[in-house]
């Protein structure tokens, strides 16, 4: 299963939370990183997205750009579990490829805990984009990385 994290880009400072918006830098690394999961998904991926506006903002520039739809998930909220977003993708066993535009510190602690075991505070920046691969070998689970982008190197 490929499972590709992507945290929503850079947002406006305020309150409430789930409102605010991405800022004019934001809106630019969301359409970079947007072209370059656009190259890269195979049409089968399934889009989840939190709530907050941001995150809505940021899996928008996907949509609009691909045509693609996505589904807002309360799982992937901000403050969400490592294992409400695990259970929302349905890591492992999900037939097709899950995008979750979701928040830090959630996605750090859920690389981490694929990738080292254990969950760890990990930052992934703003508008980054960690494309996970699961696959038994040898009897055992591993988790490969495929891809880490970040917008501003794209």
Known sequence: MDLVLWRHAEAEIGEPDLGRQLTGKGEKQAQRTAQWLHAHLPDTARILVSPAMRAQQTARALAQLSHRKYKTVDGVAPGASVDDLLAAAGWPKARAPVVIVGHQPTLGLLVSQLLAGVPQNWAIKKGAVWWLSGR???????????????????
Request: proline share 5%; charged share 25%; net charge negative.
């Open 136 to 154: 038994e070998r040898d009897g055992g689970w591993q988790t490969v990385v495929r891809a880490v982008v970040n917008p501003d190197l794209i």
